[in-house]
């Protein structure tokens, strides 16, 4: 952006000034120190006749001097950048119209899972069940589970895990925990079932007699009905 030039500059010296920068190129201008480091142009205009010249520092121009008709006007300093000030920011843009919904996504794969069932502490029902047909409790912590046609309980497995909603696991130091286990040798449930035994971990305590902390005295796995969650592979 051109500062401090007067009416006196003509159009012709800016476009013939524009058209010695084109012929030098930018090359002879980086050499010269045109622009400055800035990107700044200095300029130096004649009062005499108008005429502008390209320098590389605004100290360049010539200052007045002589007396009467022998006075030299001098020149008096311009600058002007390669690029203008940063303008105004613009106004927000209208919002954009809603793009279209996705499709949804394919159903997973069924899992592989041939048959599943939680069993209550009771031992008199299964829900949440895939193949599951039947449940007994014939002794205290022992539950014979019985599966549909096509599994055959001789020849495959269960993974069993307690059910903290339905079981007398308890939170705390030294506190009751359940188990749930498959057992492969079934000797309480009928052929043709697989057979889950269920307990309760219990813990006696005593204070030590020469004082500090309260010790564990005894442990014991107790046959209990706990409720618990069964997979069969």
Avoid at 104 to 128: C, F, H
Avoid at 133 to 154: E, K, S
Avoid at 160 to 184: C, H, K, L
Avoid at 194 to 207: D, G
Wanted: glycine letters at 16%; charged letters at 15%.
């Amino acid at each position: 952006m051109l500062t401090g030039i007067p009416r006196r500059l003509s159009y012709a010296n800016v476009i013939a000034t524009g058209a010695m920068f084109v012929a030098l190129g930018g090359g002879a201008y980086a050499l010269s120190g045109i622009p400055d480091r800035g990107g700044v142009f200095h300029g130096c205009v004649s009062n005499a006749t108008g005429v502008l010249r390209v320098v590389k520092i605004a100290s360049s121009c010539h200052k007045a001097r002589g007396r009467g008709k022998h006075r030299n006007p001098g020149e008096f300093a311009v600058r002007w950048s390669q690029q203008g000030p940063r303008g105004l920011q613009g106004i927000q843009g209208v919002q954009g119209v809603q793009g279209v919904g996705g499709t949804n996504g394919v159903n997973g794969a069924d899992g592989t899972a041939r048959a599943y069932g939680l069993v209550s502490q009771a031992g008199t029902s299964v829900t949440r069940s895939k193949n599951i047909t039947g449940v007994t409790n014939p002794l205290v912590g022992r539950f014979c589970i019985t599966l549909a046609a096509g599994i055959d309980p001789a020849t495959t497995g269960a993974v069993v895990t307690p059910n903290i909603d339905n079981d007398d696991t308890d939170i705390g130091d030294n506190a009751a925990q359940a188990s749930a286990e498959w057992r492969p040798s079934a000797n309480v449930c009928p052929a043709g079932t697989l057979e889950v035994v269920t307990y309760s971990r219990t813990e006696t305590t005593a204070a030590d007699p020469q004082g500090g902390a309260t010790f564990v005295t005894n442990v014991k796995n107790t046959l209990a009905n706990e409720g618990f969650f069964i997979v069969v592979p």
